[in-house]
């Protein structure tokens, strides 16, 4: 591609001095449009085209920072946006608290510091390829243009990774840039780095699902860098968490909306399949999985990574500042493991046990949500309950990973392989499911329509009502 490249602070609303710093203009403006050509290749399918009515972060002013307008994606403004360095700031956690923040990447941290910004980084693009084929499938203009913002600040999102890499590691940095666009989705030889990110997502339930659980574990990874004793990456993601609670919305509300629509169906009396909706246990299987996929995320429970990530300060707590001890040099976790086959409760040291801690954050964030749809169920007049499955369940990495050839049913109980197969179908989507909830996926676009397997959401964007032409 031979698109030539004009990286300016008109063209890339920024707050990092971009037109001023040759060295980075000069590698945005290579990198530029190998991206766009990413984006055209696995971005949204089939509307780069149109107007779609998108937000645009153009400040880090709490109130003002976002700017709403008709835009074709491929010309979104991806900016490049770090919340203001504070006079003074300390380290709040690890070794080296108490010490200035680092400006600089410290030499003897760069390569885990690197890894850490990469794999973030990764999850960006994921996302967005992941989610390509939605758009032809939309319930609404409203869930269109949804997703289509999703998509654009994922992209935004690898654009402040890559600014990361680009400024502050040189060379190597300037090369995983490159790789970013690399790496595919569900690639056989070139996939994403984390497992969530490489599952497909062929209908707007796994999106919704997908939103709430797996952009929730952005979040809490997004909290404990905004902590980084690295200011840059803590002040980069700050503004990156101003987006991502959009994401968490499209998320938990769809997902209500959804609920809401079947229990609606049921209070009337009729058959919720019948009726085009989304049967109870179908919902429950989609959460399943992609609560299951979305807890991997976190890392193993007991952790070395985790331990030298906080020692070192680059990767604190989620809202360190509510804790009392931030150098953690004593004091254990009890966490349930497994020994000789029984699970036992134990103590390890908290240091090792940061992505169990992490993890609990996340699990009571998730209940909260499962609480709400939970009320929804209630106000239809419906008595059924959404559960969170245990923690152990359909695990792939950490102590309770299938792959140690153990398996756990939703309660957590330990069951043997036989057991798992069996139940299997009941727990997680069956072929059966998924093209049952395939066959509902069908554009419907016209104004104010919606599909027949979610209800309209209770107000539109920025003011607008549900009708509004978001994309066209
Ligand atoms: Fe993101
Ligand atoms: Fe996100």
Redesign the pocket.
């Known amino acids: 591609m031979t698109t030539s490249a004009v990286v300016s602070d008109d063209k890339i609303p920024n707050n990092v001095h971009l037109s001023s710093d040759k060295r980075l203009q000069r590698a945005l403006e290579q990198w530029l449009p190998n991206y766009l050509s990413w984006w055209q290749d696995v971005g949204p399918e089939g509307f780069q085209a149109r107007d779609v009515y998108l937000r645009t972060a153009i400040s880090v002013e709490t109130d003002g920072w976002a700017h709403f307008d008709y835009v074709k994606m491929p010309d979104y403004r991806w900016g490049i946006f770090l919340v203001p360095p504070e006079e003074g700031k300390t380290i709040g956690f690890g070794d080296h608290m108490g010490q200035p923040v680092w400006n600089e990447v410290p030499g003897e941290y760069r390569n885990m510091l690197r890894r850490i910004i990469v794999t973030q980084a990764d999850t960006e693009p994921a996302?967005v390829e992941q989610q390509r084929l939605l758009g032809k499938t939309a319930p609404s203009l409203y869930d269109m243009r949804n997703l289509f913002q999703?998509n654009v600040?994922?992209g935004r999102?690898l654009w402040a990774m890559v600014y990361l890499l680009q400024s502050y590691f040189g060379k190597d940095g300037r090369e995983e840039a490159e790789a970013l666009l690399e790496r595919r989705s569900g690639d056989q030889d070139k996939p994403r780095i984390l497992g969530a990110f490489n599952q497909p997502i062929t209908t707007w339930l796994d999106f919704f699902f997908f939103?709430m659980f797996t952009?929730r574990d952005?979040k809490f990874q997004l909290y404990a860098l905004s902590e980084s004793g690295f200011d840059p990456l803590a002040r980069t993601t700050r503004f990156m968490l101003t987006?991502?609670a959009h994401?968490m919305f499209v998320g938990e509300t769809g997902v209500d909306r959804v609920v809401a629509r079947t229990a609606q169906i049921m209070q009337s009396g009729k058959d919720v399949e019948a009726e085009g909706g989304v049967p109870l246990p179908v919902l429950q299987k989609y959460l399943n999985l992609w609560f299951s996929l979305s807890e991997d995320l976190f890392g193993g429970e007991i952790s070395s990574n985790a331990a030298d990530f906080f020692a070192s300060g680059l990767k604190g707590r989620y809202k360190e500042a509510q804790y009392d001890d931030h150098k953690v040099l004593s004091g254990d976790y009890r966490m349930t493991v497994l020994e000789g086959g029984a699970l036992v409760e134990k103590d390890v040291p908290l240091r090792t046990a940061m992505n169990e801690v992490l993890r609990d954050n996340y699990v009571e964030d998730c209940q909260r949500a499962v609480d709400k749809w939970n009320r929804t169920l209630d106000k239809h007049g419906q008595s059924e309950r959404l559960v969170l499955p245990h923690r152990r369940f359909h695990r792939q990495q950490g102590l309770f990973s299938m792959g140690n050839g153990v398996w756990f049913d939703p309660a957590g109980r330990r069951i043997d392989e036989a057991a798992w197969l069996a139940g299997k179908a009941a727990w997680l989507p069956s072929a059966a499911d998924v093209a049952y909830v395939e066959s509902l996926m069908k554009s419907t676009i016209g104004p104010g329509q919606i599909a027949s397997w979610v209800a309209p959401p209770t107000r539109g964007i920025n003011g607008q009502p549900f009708e509004f032409q978001y994309v066209r």
């Open positions: 996302s999703v600040e994922e999102h939103t952009d952005g987006e991502e994401h």
